[in-house]
T-cell receptor, first 115, second 116 residues
Framework: AQKITQTQPGMFVQEKEAVTLDCTYD???????LFWYKQPSSGEMIFLIY??????QNATEGRYSLNFQKARKSANLVISASQLGDSAMYFC????????????FGTGTKLQVIP | SAVISQKPSRDICQRGTSLTIQCQVD?????MFWYRQQPGQSLTLIAT?????????ESGFVIDKFPISRPNLTFSTLTVSNMSPEDSSIYLC?????????????FGPGTRLTVL
C-alpha cells in the first residue's frame, strides 16, 4: 500500500518570499511518480509538477520546483517568489508502478500568502 | 494538456433524488476517473470509468449508488443516486493517458454538490 503524508495543515508566507511545502511518501514499489496539485477556493485541481522515481534531476516548472530526496522518501514543493494568487490548498500525490495506476493523495496544505 | 469540462458546475438537490454529472474531454483519452472530495478533506477515488465495460469501483463505493457510464473515449457520466446530505461534496473527473501517453492525471473543474 502507498501512503502520502503532508504534516503542515496550514502555512503562511510573505509575498515575494519562497516557501517549502513538505511531502513524504511510503511505497515498496521501485517505479512511481509524484505529483503536486493546487486547488484554489474555486475547487478545480490544477496540475503543477511531476517527478518520476528514476528521474536524475529535480523537476522544475517556472516558479515551482520539486525537492526530491529518494532515500528520505520526500518530495517537497518549493514555490519561489510567492504571489497572492498562490494562496490555495496544495496536494501531494503519488502513483506507483507507472502506467494507469491509482493515484493516492495527501491531506493537503493550505497556503496563505500575506501581502 | 487536455481540456476537460464538467456539467453542472454546481447544484443543490433534495435528499432522495439523483444527479448525473457529465465529463467531456476535447481529445481521446485512455483512462477516466471519478473522485469525491468531501468538505475539508482530500480526494478519494470513486471508480475508474472503462470505455465499453463496467466501471472499476474502489472499496466503499458501489455501482448502485454511483453508476458510471463511458460510451466513448471522450465522455463519461457519474450519477449520484438516492442522495443524502453526506453526499455533499465536490465531484471531480480526471483523465490520463492521452494519445500520446502521459503520466499525469488532469482534472476537470469539478461539480460542487449540496444535498439538503
Amino acid at each position: 500500500a502507498q501512503k502520502i503524508t503532508q504534516t503542515q495543515p496550514g502555512m503562511f508566507v510573505q509575498e515575494k518570499e519562497a516557501v517549502t511545502l513538505d511531502c513524504t511518501y511510503d511505497t515498496s514499489d521501485q517505479s512511481y511518480g509524484l505529483f503536486w496539485y493546487k486547488q484554489p477556493s474555486s475547487g478545480e485541481m490544477i496540475f503543477l509538477i511531476y517527478q518520476g522515481s528514476y528521474d536524475q534531476q529535480n523537476a522544475t516548472e517556472g516558479r515551482y520546483s520539486l525537492n526530491f530526496q529518494k532515500a528520505r522518501k520526500s518530495a517537497n514543493l518549493v514555490i519561489s517568489a510567492s504571489q497572492l494568487g498562490d494562496s490555495a490548498m496544495y496536494f501531494c500525490a503519488m502513483r506507483s508502478s507507472g502506467g494507469y495506476q491509482k493515484v493516492t493523495f495527501g491531506t493537503g496544505t493550505k497556503l496563505q500568502v500575506i501581502p | 494538456s487536455a481540456v476537460i469540462s464538467q456539467k453542472p458546475s454546481r447544484d443543490i438537490c433534495q435528499r432522495g433524488t439523483s444527479l448525473t454529472i457529465q465529463c467531456q474531454v476535447d481529445s481521446q483519452v485512455t483512462m477516466m476517473f471519478w473522485y469525491r472530495q468531501q468538505p475539508g478533506q482530500s480526494l478519494t477515488l470513486i471508480a475508474t470509468a472503462n470505455q465499453g465495460s463496467e466501471a472499476t469501483y474502489e472499496s466503499g463505493f458501489v455501482i448502485d449508488k454511483f453508476p458510471i457510464s463511458r460510451p466513448n473515449l471522450t465522455f463519461s457520466t457519474l450519477t449520484v443516486s438516492n442522495m443524502s446530505p453526506e453526499d455533499s461534496s465536490i465531484y471531480l473527473c480526471s483523465v490520463q493517458g492521452r494519445i500520446p501517453y502521459t503520466d499525469t492525471q488532469y482534472f476537470g473543474p469539478g461539480t460542487r454538490l449540496t444535498v439538503l
